[in-house]
């Protein structure tokens, strides 16, 4: 745990302000749920909510699945983080923040196609600096009860490899079925 240096004081209504820097740094917004937590010290902990983060021994299975059967690499993530991974480096990808491009993706419920290798492909991860890495991309919004909250992502640095309605199209049936179970 790092300590920030920032003390608060709790209000007569239980509140307590968490910094503009703070919820900046991490991403958080005015209306995003957080996870309370308790530790054996007496330490409350703060954790942003992420509804698809219950299902990540699920996704990590999809995503495996969506690896063998595409040969691609297949990511799924929530809203902030990459959450499972399959067919790639799961050090470059698990648990890494998502970049503002795909963050922007997903708040406009958009899918995103690179249909030629020529397309630039967009970062994935906010460690991805701007350089060429995939040649093919495809990534879809997960949606459940009208709200995004992650992504289906298929990726192919083979420079033949060109993206086709059928990668477009088991993206989609990835991201409409991982929406679905959170609605159950």
Known sequence: MKATGVVRRIDDLGRVVIPKEIRKTLRIKEGDPLEIFTD??????????????????????????????????A???????????????????LEQSVSEELEKIMEEKQNYTSKDNNNLAIPITQ????????????????????????????????????MSEVEQKVAQSAANFLGSQMEI
């Open 40 to 73: 054996k010290e007496g330490e409350v902990i703060l954790k942003k909510y992420s509804p698809i983060g219950e299902l990540s021994e699920f996704a990590s299975g999809y995503a495996e699945t969506l690896a063998k059967t595409t040969g691609h690499i």
């Open 75 to 93: 990511c799924i993530t929530d809203k902030d983080t990459i959450i499972a991974v399959s067919g790639g480096s799961k050090k470059e990808y």
């Open 127 to 162: 460690n991805d600096n701007k350089e060429k890495r995939f040649n093919a991309q495809v990534v879809y919004p997960i949606i459940a009860d009208g709200d995004t909250i992650g992504s289906v992502i298929l990726l192919s640095k083979d420079k033949n490899t060109k």
